[in-house]
């Protein structure tokens, strides 16, 4: 029984059937799920037994989780809410606030032990740079365990720039930005964390419209519920973050999003769910139950029905504390730009489950290093593919998804989702990252 002393089984399975009792029905599929994981203490037609009863009790009931107050931290917060940790046999799990993308890292280098956190809701590339130590003391294995969602972040301008034609195409920025700048003006623009995803969509946007990140701006690090704020007082001109900071910009008519970087990049993967790697391999079947936790919590998200209740969740004081109809918007595909652009229905909207949302493809996370390489966080001698190995748990994804009766057509048969093209027709082929990277006009390669 592993470590478990019986005592803590019988607890631990008495918590799992009465958390199933609660949530019955809590499960539900995206556009890509024909089908749903039956609760806990049911068994699935057939006769088979039900996920919680199959799988092999957590060596652990605890795990101390941290998120940033953003729309995309919802499977964390719903699998606490609807008690899904509990349901798979771990009901002492805590998700705590954290204030930034740097207090993530830093909390997760001290671990539980230290008085930190075991794992986050996180930046896809911030697993590799502190496995590989570019942003911790010392390197901290870490391992990604599922992507927590799809598309979903914007570019914002402050509203100096409305009527100026801005939007996919930067050139017209790079025009404003000039005319700034030769009136003396410190241009900057502002992303969550250095080599983080906003710093990466910010970067290809500005280099796709012929504007040198490193020579023709200043980008500075901004954490995501300080953007509205910053960007009001005239510390910059414009922020790449995820929501509910762009709508709340748009609502209070202090800016416009220029663009949702799903049209940079359709159906680009985004925010991660990852465990120390010490962690993980102390603990392998909790990490597994906390996977499914997490995967269940994707489903249900992703139902257009459990929408507006997941905004109502996630919008309280203890999560993002703000004004539910804030994200209600943009989290149902309602669009409004800020500039008159406005789109309903919008299909590269935040997905958390459907069109394998939540599957942490390797291609996509090769994407992120060979960026992270572009731009001088990352060595250009650096093993990608060995890194790529090393960190990025789809095993476990779908071994949590197999235990959880997600059909075979539902999981990814290949690591690689193929060769990604981008919005300006630039491709990514995860076969040949170095030809990318050798196509790019603006770059900054470190040897070392």
Same mark, same amino acid.
């Given at each position: ?202 970067r290809y946007w500005l280099s796709a419209g012929g504007i040198d990140p490193n020579k023709d701006v200043s980008v500075i690090v ?101 004004? +539910?109809?804030?994200? *209600? =918007?943009?989290?149902?595909?309602? !669009?409004?730009?800020?500039?008159? #652009?406005?789109? /309903?229905? &919008? ?21 992120f290093v060979t960026e992270d390489i572009r731009w001088g966080y990352l060595p250009e001698s650096t093993d990608t593919k060995a ?12 071994? +949590?998804?197999?235990? *959880? =009766?997600?059909?075979?057509?539902? !999981?990814?048969?290949?690591?690689? #989702?193929?060769? /990604?093209? &981008? ?22 390669l470190k040897a070392a």
């Amino acid at each position: 029984m592993s470590s478990l002393s019986r005592r803590k089984f019988l607890f631990t399975a008495a918590t799992a059937t009465g958390a199933a009792i609660a949530i019955h029905g809590c499960a539900a599929g995206g556009s890509n799920s024909a089908s749903s994981p039956s609760p806990a203490g049911e068994s699935p037609a057939g006769g088979s037994p039900s996920p919680a009863a199959s799988i092999a009790p957590p060596e652990v009931t605890t795990a101390k989780l941290g998120f940033i107050a953003l729309t995309d931290a919802a499977p964390l917060i719903i699998a606490k809410e609807k008690g899904l940790f509990a349901k798979y046999g771990m009901p002492d799990v805590q998700v705590a606030k954290q204030a930034s993308w740097g207090a993530t890292r830093d909390n997760l280098e001290l671990g539980s032990a230290g008085n930190g956190i075991d794992g986050a809701h996180i930046l896809s590339p911030i697993p590799y740079l502190m496995t590989t130590g570019k942003v911790t003391k010392k390197p901290v294995p870490m391992n990604i365990l599922a992507r927590l969602n799809t598309n979903g972040q914007a570019i914002s301008l402050s509203k100096t720039y409305l009527g100026q034609k801005i939007g996919l195409d930067s050139k017209p920025f790079g025009e404003a930005l000039a005319k700034a700048k030769a009136g003396g003006k410190d241009v900057k623009v502002a992303v969550t964390f250095p080599g983080g995803n906003h710093d990466l969509w910010m970067r290809y946007w500005l280099s796709a419209g012929g504007i040198d990140p490193n020579k023709d701006v200043s980008v500075i690090v901004v954490p995501p519920p300080q953007m509205v704020a910053n960007l009001k007082t005239d510390t910059m001109e414009a922020f790449c973050v995820g929501e509910p900071w762009n709508a709340q910009l748009v609502a209070q008519k202090l800016g416009f999003s220029a663009l949702v970087t799903g049209e940079l990049w359709k159906d680009h993967p985004e925010k991660a769910f990852a465990m120390r790697a010490d962690w993980v391999e102390k603990n392998p079947n909790a990490a597994k139950a906390l996977t499914m936790a997490v995967l269940e919590a994707q489903m249900w998200c992703d139902k257009p029905e459990n929408v507006k209740e997941m905004c109502d969740i996630i919008s309280k004081r203890e999560w993002l504390k703000i004004k +539910a109809e804030d994200i *209600l =918007g943009r989290s149902q595909g309602t !669009i409004d730009f800020g500039d008159g #652009r406005k789109e /309903e229905k &919008f299909p590269l909207s935040m997905k958390f489950w459907a069109d394998f949302a939540s599957y942490p493809y390797k291609s996509h996370d090769l994407w992120f290093v060979t960026e992270d390489i572009r731009w001088g966080y990352l060595p250009e001698s650096t093993d990608t593919k060995a890194l790529v190995d090393q960190v990025n748990r789809e095993d476990i994804w779908r071994e +949590a998804a197999k235990a *959880l =009766g997600v059909p075979d057509a539902e !999981i990814p048969k290949s690591p690689s #989702r193929g060769v /990604e093209t &981008f919005f300006d027709g630039t491709k990514f082929d995860p076969e040949n990252p170095k030809a990318y990277l050798d196509g790019l006009k603006f770059k900054t390669l470190k040897a070392a």
